[in-house]
């Protein structure tokens, strides 16, 4: 549910027309049918499954940071980089730089593939630097590479929940604090993932 906008899911076609008849007696209700489209994710649906990406998304976001025809990165971010608040010169204009991450954490709603990156990128929205703007401009340089990227969700699958971890062992460089990622799966469809500070 997004304020006038609700998707709804599920195993059961008469369980989900009789909530959307008990929705339409409450509330006026428009049935636009099967999803393809809702609120900047694009939902394919085939016999073997569904993809959900953010490709249009991805593609407004390089359009609008004029990076649409840049060269194309082969990861996310540098692992070399350690990143921290006294890193390069202070921009003179966050706001932008504050707009950017925001998008950025909108779109690993189907990318986890830039999740850590991001997170590393949104704990410096207080001060950033022209170094972090870099940082930036190279995940939207990876998303260049492959803006369709997504989830897919098979058709058949098995029940068995996998579980992923890892922590980077305290490389902050400030605070000396880890940031441990997460990825949960049932049988190969990932449905959660996770990249945060520790506390």
């Known amino acids: 549910l997004y304020v006038d906008d609700v998707l709804l899911a599920g195993n059961d ?5 009789k909530f959307k008849q008990q929705l339409h007696a ?10 393809k489209f809702f609120l900047g994710l694009e939902i394919a649906r085939s016999s073997k499954g569904i993809v959900l990406n953010q490709r249009k998304y991805a593609l407004e976001l390089l359009s609008d940071s004029s990076l649409l025809c840049c060269k194309a990165a082969t990861t996310p ?3 070399s980089i350690k990143l921290g608040p006294a890193i390069g010169k202070p921009l003179s204009d966050i706001s932008s730089y504050r707009r950017l991450i925001g998008r950025l954490l909108y779109l690993t709603t189907t990318r ?5 990156a991001v997170n590393q990128l949104s704990q410096f929205l207080s001060v950033p630097t022209d170094r972090h703007q870099e940082v ?11 803006p369709g990227c997504g ?5 058949s699958n098995a ?4 579980a992923y971890s890892d922590s980077d062992w305290a490389d902050c460089i400030d605070s ?15 449905i959660s993932w996770r990249s945060k500070k520790q506390t």
Do not use: W
């Open 13 to 17: 076609i008469s369980e989900i027309n």
């Open 26 to 35: 409450q509330f006026r209700i428009k049935d636009l049918g099967e999803a």
């Open 77 to 79: 971010m540098d692992t």
């Open 112 to 116: 986890p593939d830039i999740a850590f």
């Open 136 to 146: 930036v401009h190279r995940v939207l340089r990876y998303i260049k590479g492959s």
């Open 151 to 155: 989830l897919f969700y098979p058709a």
């Open 159 to 162: 029940h068995k929940l996998t």
């Open 176 to 190: 000396r604090k880890s940031i441990t990622v997460y990825c949960l799966y049932i049988g190969s469809s990932l």
